[in-house]
């Protein structure tokens, strides 16, 4: 069918939105509640454009399509409906943008720029409420809400969590918790997904500058850092890179000028997390134990678990997560080898994710009275972090990560993206079961970005059932099938943010799905590339079990790399 745009004919289909066939032509329309891929609500009309034979004023994001319609995207009409629009936004908004942690970054910004509105028109009594510290993760200002709605859209269709919600009414309306409680409170997950989609500083994460801060002046204190395999292919973008460039040496030149004392690679301990929960797999599928085992990599979904599922804990494997493992295996060997006391040590991880965290404040991630990990960054963090020191991170000299904890595999360097943990630990447990290396290394069922992938390995005649969620609501409908009987699969992987820790929480706000395929595409580059592909062949991990843990799940072993979960309550 044809329409007219802007006097101008234009193709659109049947089922198509005025916003789709504007976003086919590259005609630019502003949006705020409007989420991609999702059912639209219509509700904050910053879209409108104006009916030419109705003269009416439309929603594009949720105006159906027909032939001979005809709109302007840009009238005079439109374009004084917006700035009423955010004019009204703007009178009961914090004025605090030099020093908000979104300024330059915030889609309310940027509208009132566009929309050239360089005063306030529109003044009133401002809504005062309440700064929510208490969540381990997220910072949540009420002040800055402009209730769009994304993030209770995301936290329930994507994370099918519901931990917030619209709460009252007409000009009492806010976006709050059960009962108005704290974040701490309710059955949020700490996966950051909200933060992802807040258009303005409502939502943040929590920062851990000022311990690190204090930490690294501090003359008696070691301060170490690890950093998750997603982060040298995302980091990048943040200074004039292109999506997916790997900076893992620049990375590591960075971390030492800001003053960290020793730099590790957190894929060498995801690959000692392959050799684990490799082996629990293994001794589970050999010995009658209880399947399918689900990886417990991310810290998200094991709170998720947690609180939703706790049927399937004894499912989750009793592996800790890569981060907590390094920080485990840093105050305790790497103290001991060095003659280190733990005490001594600050420990810091750069995650992708704000989850981490929660996961690093946990009781159960503590050794001898010192927490694994004593503080955890951001990707979004860590680049300011950069620029607070000044450095010129596109120039600087590529350096290497220390030893012993700073050689890794490729397979452990795919931990990074959603279908990277399994098939890192099917190369090992085929290795372990076979004797033999898994011809080509790759397993191209698992990987994409798609919410779930599904497949059968077999090895020496063991058909073992795979699956790989990203997406907690992706999770559940798997989860829900193996309630209902379904015992065809051995093995999960699950991941809280779509297409893994590449789009995690913690991760540059605003990225768009291509930088999430560049960044997957760049994992596994590395992979093809290098030569060291499987975790069982990683020497240093090798020395470690030699020197200290003696096999995989070892009592030694358990009593440092592994934990256990409880059933988790929360306000309904």
Same mark, same amino acid.
């Given at each position: 069918?044809?329409?007219?745009?802007?006097?101008?004919?234009?193709?659109?289909? #049947?089922?198509?939105?005025?916003?789709?066939?504007?976003?086919?032509?590259?005609?630019?329309?502003?949006?705020?509640?409007?989420?991609?891929?999702?059912?639209? @609500?219509?509700?904050?009309?910053?879209?409108?454009?104006?009916?030419?034979?109705?003269?009416?004023?439309?929603?594009?994001?949720?105006?159906?399509?027909?032939?001979?319609?005809?709109?302007?995207?840009?009238?005079?009409?439109?374009?004084?409906?917006?700035?009423?629009?955010?004019?009204?936004?703007?009178?009961?908004?914090?004025?605090?943008?030099?020093?908000?942690?979104? #300024?330059?970054?915030?889609?309310?910004?940027?509208?009132?720029?566009?929309?050239?509105? &360089?005063?306030?028109? /529109?003044?009133?009594?401002?809504?005062?409420?309440?700064?929510?510290?208490?969540?381990?993760?997220?910072?949540?200002?009420?002040?800055?809400?402009?209730?769009?709605? &994304?993030?209770?859209? %995301?936290?329930?269709?994507?994370?099918?969590?519901?931990?917030?919600?619209?709460?009252? &009414?007409?000009?009492?309306?806010?976006?709050?918790?059960?009962?108005?409680?704290?974040?701490?409170?309710?059955?949020?997950?700490?996966?950051?997904?909200? /933060?992802?989609?807040?258009?303005?500083?409502?939502?943040?994460?929590?920062?851990?500058?000022?311990?690190?801060?204090?930490? /690294?002046?501090?003359?008696?204190?070691?301060?170490?850092?690890?950093?998750?395999?997603? *982060?040298?292919?995302?980091?990048?973008?943040?200074?004039?890179?292109?999506?997916?460039?790997?900076?893992?040496?620049?990375?590591?030149?960075?971390?030492?000028?800001?003053?960290?004392?020793? %730099?590790?690679?957190?894929? =060498?301990?995801?690959?000692?997390? *392959?050799?684990?929960?490799?082996?629990?797999?293994?001794?589970?599928?050999?010995?009658?134990?209880?399947?399918?085992?689900?990886?417990?990599?991310?810290?998200?979904? %094991?709170?998720?678990?947690?609180?939703?599922?706790?049927?399937?804990?004894?499912?989750?494997?009793?592996?800790? $997560?890569?981060?907590?493992?390094?920080?485990?295996?840093?105050?305790?060997?790497?103290?001991?080898?060095?003659?280190?006391?733990?005490?001594?040590?600050?420990? %810091?991880?750069?995650?992708?994710?704000?989850?981490?965290?929660?996961?690093?404040?946990?009781?159960?991630?503590?050794?001898?009275?010192?927490?694994?990990?004593?503080?955890?960054? @951001?990707?979004?963090?860590? $680049?300011?972090?950069?620029?607070?020191?000044?450095?010129?991170?596109?120039?600087?000299?590529?350096?290497?990560?220390?030893?012993?904890?700073?050689?890794?595999?490729?397979?452990?360097?795919? =931990?990074?993206?959603?279908?990277?943990?399994?098939?890192?630990?099917?190369?090992?447990?085929?290795?372990?079961?076979?004797?033999?290396?898994?011809?080509? =290394?790759?397993?191209?069922?698992?990987?994409?970005?798609?919410? &779930?992938?599904?497949?059968?390995?077999?090895?020496?005649?063991?058909?073992?059932?795979?699956?790989?969620?990203?997406?907690?609501?992706?999770?559940?409908?798997?989860?829900?099938?193996?309630?209902?009987?379904?015992?065809?699969?051995?093995?999960?992987?699950?991941?809280?943010?779509?297409?893994?820790?590449?789009?995690?929480?913690?991760?540059?706000?605003?990225?768009?799905?291509?930088?999430?395929?560049?960044?997957?595409?760049?994992?596994? /580059?590395?992979?093809?590339?290098?030569?060291?592909?499987?975790?069982?062949?990683?020497?240093?991990?090798?020395?470690?079990?030699?020197?200290?843990?003696?096999?995989?799940?070892?009592?030694?072993?358990?009593?440092?790399?592994?934990?256990?979960?409880?059933?988790?309550?929360?306000? *309904?």
């Amino acid at each position: 069918m044809k329409i007219e745009i802007n006097n101008k004919s234009a193709e659109a289909f #049947n089922g198509e939105t005025i916003l789709d066939v504007l976003k086919r032509n590259n005609i630019h329309v502003p949006t705020l509640c409007h989420m991609k891929d999702m059912f639209p @609500t219509g509700a904050c009309r910053i879209c409108v454009v104006e009916d030419v034979d109705s003269g009416k004023l439309i929603p594009s994001c949720s105006f159906p399509v027909y032939d001979g319609l005809k709109v302007k995207t840009h009238s005079p009409r439109v374009i004084n409906s917006r700035k009423t629009i955010v004019e009204l936004l703007l009178s009961d908004h914090p004025d605090d943008c030099l020093y908000c942690v979104r #300024n330059q970054n915030c889609e309310l910004q940027n509208l009132s720029d566009n929309l050239q509105i &360089r005063e306030r028109k /529109i003044r009133g009594k401002k809504s005062k409420l309440k700064l929510d510290l208490s969540s381990a993760s997220i910072k949540r200002d009420p002040e800055k809400c402009i209730l769009c709605g &994304r993030c209770v859209r %995301v936290c329930e269709e994507v994370m099918g969590v519901s931990a917030i919600d619209f709460i009252n &009414r007409g000009s009492k309306t806010v976006i709050g918790t059960t009962f108005d409680k704290g974040l701490n409170t309710s059955s949020c997950v700490n996966c950051g997904q909200c /933060i992802m989609v807040c258009p303005t500083g409502a939502l943040s994460e929590k920062k851990h500058f000022p311990e690190i801060l204090e930490a /690294i002046n501090n003359p008696e204190k070691i301060v170490v850092a690890q950093y998750a395999p997603a *982060i040298s292919v995302s980091i990048a973008e943040d200074f004039d890179f292109n999506a997916g460039t790997d900076v893992n040496g620049k990375l590591n030149a960075a971390l030492r000028r800001i003053g960290f004392s020793k %730099v590790f690679d957190t894929t =060498f301990s995801a690959d000692l997390t *392959i050799m684990e929960e490799g082996t629990e797999l293994i001794n589970r599928i050999q010995n009658g134990g209880k399947l399918p085992l689900i990886t417990s990599c991310c810290p998200a979904w %094991v709170k998720y678990a947690e609180e939703f599922a706790p049927e399937f804990l004894d499912n989750v494997s009793t592996c800790k $997560s890569p981060q907590q493992m390094l920080g485990a295996v840093i105050k305790s060997y790497y103290a001991e080898k060095n003659n280190i006391d733990p005490k001594n040590i600050y420990s %810091v991880s750069i995650m992708p994710c704000t989850a981490k965290k929660f996961e690093g404040q946990r009781d159960e991630m503590t050794q001898n009275g010192y927490s694994d990990v004593d503080a955890v960054l @951001t990707t979004r963090e860590l $680049s300011e972090l950069i620029k607070t020191f000044g450095i010129d991170f596109k120039n600087l000299e590529p350096e290497l990560t220390d030893s012993p904890h700073g050689l890794r595999s490729s397979a452990g360097k795919l =931990f990074g993206v959603s279908g990277g943990v399994m098939e890192a630990a099917i190369r090992t447990a085929y290795f372990k079961l076979t004797g033999n290396e898994l011809i080509n =290394f790759k397993v191209k069922a698992v990987r994409g970005l798609e919410g &779930r992938k599904e497949a059968k390995v077999d090895i020496d005649g063991l058909s073992l059932g795979v699956a790989v969620v990203s997406g907690l609501a992706n999770a559940k409908i798997l989860l829900d099938e193996i309630a209902n009987g379904r015992n065809d699969i051995h093995f999960i992987e699950v991941m809280a943010c779509p297409g893994g820790c590449i789009g995690g929480g913690g991760q540059k706000i605003n990225a768009d799905e291509n930088a999430l395929k560049e960044r997957m595409k760049a994992l596994y /580059i590395i992979d093809e590339k290098e030569t060291l592909k499987v975790s069982h062949k990683n020497p240093e991990v090798i020395e470690l079990y030699n020197n200290f843990l003696g096999e995989p799940n070892s009592h030694k072993a358990h009593e440092l790399l592994h934990t256990t979960y409880q059933k988790r309550d929360v306000l *309904i």
